[in-house]
Structures are given as C-alpha cells and as structure tokens.
C-alpha cells in the first residue's frame, strides 16, 4: 500500500496548508433585510439608499468579495440598456455590474427581477472599506428594494456579503 506524503510529510503530521497557498476566507460580514424604497430617472449616477456594506480587510493584500442580490425594477419603452449600477470602494468607481434591458422595441415595458451582482476588488489596506451602489438610467425609471418583488414570502428586499480572502502570489487576478 501506497503511503501519501505533502511536502515530505505523512499526511496524518500535517495540520495546515503548505505556506503560499491563498483563498482562505477570513471574515464574512452580511446585511439583510433592508427596507427603503429607491428609485431614479437620473442620467447621472446616483448612490442606491441601503445598498452599502462596511469591512476591515485584516491584511493589505487581502482581496474582498462583495456581493449584491437586490429587488429591480426598470421600466421604459425602448430595447436599449435602460439602466446600470455601478459599484464604488468609498468614492471609487470600479465599474458597471449591472446592465438592465427591456426586451420589447415599444410601448411602455416593466421588468423585474431579482439581480444578484459581484465584484472582486483589491483595496490594499487594513483600514474600513465601504462598498456601495449607484444607479442611472437612460430611459424610463430604475427602481430597487420593491416591495412586490420581495416582500411576497417575507423575503429581504437587499441581501449584501463581503468576504475577505486571504490573497497569495498563487492568487492573481
């Protein structure tokens, strides 16, 4: 019979991972149950009310997980992207994660879903970091936390998680 080893080691003598191997998770901070109606027509991005999470990454290299899953509705009559959210790091941009199209070419449409979105960032401090979401619309009106959406079984209109993982130079991304 065959005898494993990890790094020269039986494997009944190893009690951790080999140094250098990342994607632990360290912490997991979540908020639920978020109640206030949003809704905007603005053209311009604007920040989501109760969309935001705090988090104290405990290494500088420590990449953080957030993720978003929100109640949207977006109205509108046309068949292009009608609406975005955008997520920040405080007062950082790190991108569109959302993108919400009507799918008919007229009248006036409704769309609703249940949108869950993610971002991986790398905020290289051990000071609190705050995520949030900002929305606009190009057409017609983007709406979040809805209540005929989510309230139906009780459920939370917003559920946010962050997670920090811990990072490696194996990690890249």
């Given amino acids: ?11 009944t003598s190893v009690t951790a991972l080999p140094s250098g191997v990342g994607g632990k998770v360290l912490q997991i901070i979540s908020v ?28 500088a290299t420590s990449r953080i997980i957030v ?17 975005s ?3 920040y790091r405080g007062a950082t941009n790190l991108g569109n994660i959302f993108g919400g199209r009507n799918y008919a070419s007229s009248g006036t449409h409704y769309y609703d ?3 869950q979105c993610s971002i ?3 905020p290289n401090t051990t ?13 017609g009106g983007f709406y979040a936390h809805r209540t005929w959406i989510s309230d139906v079984n009780g459920e939370p209109r917003m559920r946010i998680v962050a997670m920090e ?3 490696s130079t194996q990690w890249s991304g």
Avoid: C
Avoid at 1 to 11: E, Q, V
Avoid at 32 to 59: H, K, Y
């Fill in 120 to 122: 991986i960032d790398y």
């Fill in 1 to 11: 019979m065959a005898i494993t080893r990890l790094n020269n080691n039986s494997i």
């Fill in 127 to 139: 000071s609190e970091v705050t995520y949030k979401l900002y929305a606009k619309t190009t057409s």
């Fill in 67 to 83: 993720t978003w899953q929100v109640s949207t509705h977006i109205t509108g009559s046309t068949d292009t992207p009608l609406s």
């Fill in 32 to 59: 639920n149950g978020l109640n206030s109606d949003f809704q905007t027509s603005s053209t311009s991005l604007v920040e989501v009310t109760d969309s935001n999470i705090a988090i104290t990454p405990t290494s």
């Fill in 85 to 87: 959210l955008n997520a």
């Fill in 165 to 167: 993982i811990e990072s």
């Fill in 113 to 115: 879903k249940t949108t």
